[in-house]
């Protein structure tokens, strides 16, 4: 595995290829990105795992200062999952001078649920991914689910600009309790960690109210939310949405058994969490 901090080392590293596969990460790796990386190494090519902590992606309130840095460690995961080159950039070498041109995504899609309470999160996301979108020039790029708006983001970037990368979108690894993967887990206090598992819990339980006929988006939302908040959790939100584009279904929708997503955002003690499930509801009879 080569371990490489220049774009021109990776370029070097690379030369002659093209059909790389490319998991781009910040690090503080977790058996979540290992899957990623399993799943890229399904395809032909060499596997590019970045570990670079953007900070363009950070309001200056969050955690960028306090984002575990893990190199070694993740170097030797990344070694024994099969990775083939490992690009860990510092700041001088991703952002030379300040970053003035930036990738600003459709609002429709990003200034909604999570770019609603982190205002520029996306346009942090698309600036970084499409920088190491050149650095890498990637045949694949791999994304998990459980950042699903952020996968959305991307998939539209990459057809807005015609990039000829075909994006993999990867299931959430979860805790045998139902917590999603997360390098952020790291930050609860043991008591956090048990009263995590209503995250998950409470996707469940919209879930399964949608399966069994319900179809008041605004009451079932409501309900989730009031939940969270009984478990001591402060919750941003809890919204169903069309997997289509993260839109409220209108009724139409929820009648001919569209495609949803149920997406979750909230905190507990200093840690915020995000988490997701995809259904899709039977059509109404007649």
Known sequence: MHIVHTIAALRGALAGTRDASFVPTM????????????????????????????RLQFAPHEDFDLYPRTLQRDCDLLRQAGCNIVFAPDEAELYPTPQRFTVQPDPALADILEGEFRPGFFTGVCTVVMKLFQCVQPRLAVFGKKDYQQLMVIRRMVEQFALPITIVAGETERASDGLALSSRNAYLSTEERVRAARLSGCLRSVRVNLASGARSVAALETQALN????????????????????????????????????LVAARIGGTRLIDNTELTLGASAG
């Not at 399993?38 to 060499?46: F, W």
């Open 27 to 54: 690090g503080n790796l977790h058996e979540g990105h290992l899957a990623l990386v399993r799943l890229a190494k399904q395809h032909p090519g060499p596997v590019v795992v970045s570990l670079f902590v953007n």
């Open 227 to 262: 939940e969270l908040r009984d478990g001591g959790w402060v919750p941003d939100y809890v919204a169903v949405r069309s997997q289509r584009d993260l839109q409220v279904p209108s009724v139409e929708d929820l009648a001919a058994g569209c495609a949803l997503v149920v």
